[in-house]
């Protein structure tokens, strides 16, 4: 599929886009895969492990997904392009609301315009659990995000580029996860907890890969795809990671929620299940959810239906994290 093609991800220098380049250039032979991000240090200690005299298809331009200008200049000759530049800590989103915006809103608009005017094919942008329902500033960039993607495909009218979005939970072993806090704090004893109660869906950096390269396969445009992940309860991932450690309960963070969720009720009249996926269809009549069905299969979800990590028919146990903990170790190594 990208054999031969040109591929730019946004936000490359990131957790995703790291594993992103490095499987891409095992699997595929892309004739440019373009790695853009603002942190200049971020991309030359990702050429000391990705140079361009080794993988020749490689580049690297620095930029921000703020700057149109710089877009344009990007995408030019791009065939796919993966959006996952964000800024995603909840906590420093809540304290600089318009950085936030402008960033997860505003890029999002930019990178879409540029995708259309420069003939990008097509574009995958990463979401999060936290733009369904969103009660804190970051979850409704990402749901403002989503939204602007999900109608891009229409807005291109006679363009062929065509927009989708992956949504996925909490990355295993990515930076600001709880698994590297946890792992590093179980060295004092103590392990603090939010909520006893607290659920949340967990996915490794492989799997979040895989899920984004199977998607540009599957997309038609509009859509939001979601895979069918595990849940597990914090305090049970804290118990994993320390099983001798004392736990604390410390209470929640501002605008963080106790469960999380993928799919809401409000949806569930234009999801699709799939085997190993949810597809969210957009709302506008240019889709027709039997007919989806007839085109790609799958079945409709019931009304009411809600994708939520509480009641989330998938548990990991405690040796499955530490699995997963371990293969994440291992790419992050």
């Not at 807005?155 to 996925?168: E, K, M, N």
């Not at 490794?204 to 509009?222: A, K, P, Y």
């Not at 963070?253 to 085997?275: C, I, Q, S, W, Y």
Request: contains cysteine.
């Amino acid at each position: 599929m990208l054999n031969g093609k040109s591929v730019l991800i946004t936000g490359g220098t990131g957790s995703f886009g790291r594993r992103f380049v490095e499987i891409v250039l095992e699997r595929y032979k892309p004739q440019k895969l373009i790695v853009f991000s603002r942190d200049e240090l971020k991309q030359f200690e990702m050429q000391e492990q990705f140079s361009e005299e080794k993988y020749p298809a490689i580049r690297y331009f620095i930029g921000d997904v703020r700057d149109r200008e710089r877009l344009y200049r990007a995408f030019d000759g791009v065939d796919y392009v993966v959006h996952a530049a964000a800024l995603k800590q909840v906590p420093a989103a809540e304290y600089n609301p318009t950085e936030a915006i402008k960033t997860n809103v505003l890029g999002a608009a930019n990178v879409i315009d540029a995708a259309i005017d420069r003939g990008v094919s097509r574009v995958i942008a990463l979401s999060t659990d936290k733009a369904a329902s969103p009660i804190n500033l970051y979850g409704a960039t990402k749901l403002c995000s989503d939204k602007l993607f999900t109608a891009a495909s229409a807005l291109a009218g006679g363009h062929d580029t065509r927009f989708s979005v992956v949504r996925y939970g909490n990355v295993v072993g990515s930076r600001g996860s709880v698994v590297p806090f946890f792992l590093k704090q179980r060295a004092t004893g103590k392990l603090p907890v939010t909520d006893p109660k607290m659920t949340r869906f967990w996915i490794t950096l492989d799997q979040g890969v895989e899920f984004v390269l199977s998607c540009f396969d599957r997309m038609n445009g509009g859509e939001i795809f979601v895979p069918k992940i595990p849940s597990m309860k914090l305090i049970d991932l804290a118990k994993a990671i320390g099983p001798n450690c004392e736990l604390e309960i410390v209470g929640k963070r501002p605008g963080e929620k106790v469960h999380e969720l993928m799919v809401g009720e409000d949806d569930a009249d234009n999801t699709v299940e799939f085997d190993d996926y949810y597809s969210i269809l957009p709302s506008g009549r240019q889709y027709n959810r039997d007919k989806y069905m007839e085109q790609r299969g799958g079945k409709p979800c019931d009304e009411g239906f809600r994708y939520s990590s509480e009641t989330n028919t998938r548990w990991l146990t405690a040796a499955e994290m530490e699995q997963m903990i371990v293969a994440g170790s291992h790419i992050a190594g």
